[in-house]
């Protein structure tokens, strides 16, 4: 499974940005991804997440009502659009999926969740 994020970049705050994640290799139609965030010297984060077979989504506290993760599933990409950009949202963003290995695995925005990663795609806020 290979997943490749892209859209990050420098904005201005107030801002928006839709960051998407491209998965390919993975036989299953329908898996969990998500996406987190880590900025420098801080934990990684995970901000928003959806169910692909049914859609279902999830966020974290601290980004509901600005982010929002969709997909479309017939191209297998995942995206996160995020609205009014704030300095502190200045971070790496990766996408991730599961597995039937690492489902189950932690909470659903937990990294242990999720056994594929992208490289991720930088955002920056000023």
């Known amino acids: 499974v290979q997943l490749v994020e892209s859209g990050g970049g420098s904005v201005q705050a107030g801002g928006s940005l839709r960051l998407s994640c491209a998965a390919s290799?993975?036989?299953?139609?329908?898996?969990?991804m998500g996406w987190f965030r880590q900025a420098p010297g801080k934990e990684r984060e995970g901000v928003a997440r959806?169910?692909?077979?049914?859609?279902?989504?999830y966020y974290a506290d601290s980004v509901r009502g600005r982010f929002t993760i969709s997909q479309d599933n017939a191209k297998r990409v995942v995206y996160l659009e995020i609205n009014s950009l704030k300095p502190e949202d200045t971070a790496m963003y990766l996408c991730?999926?599961?597995?039937?290995?690492?489902?189950?695995?932690?909470?659903?925005?937990?990294?242990?969740?999720?056994?594929?990663w992208g490289q991720g795609t930088q955002v920056t806020v000023s």
């Open positions: 959806i169910a692909t077979g049914s859609g279902n989504t």
């Open positions: 991730a999926a599961d597995s039937p290995g690492s489902r189950g695995m932690g909470s659903s925005l937990g990294t242990r969740r999720y056994e594929y």
């Open positions: 290799g993975y036989t299953s139609r329908s898996y969990c």
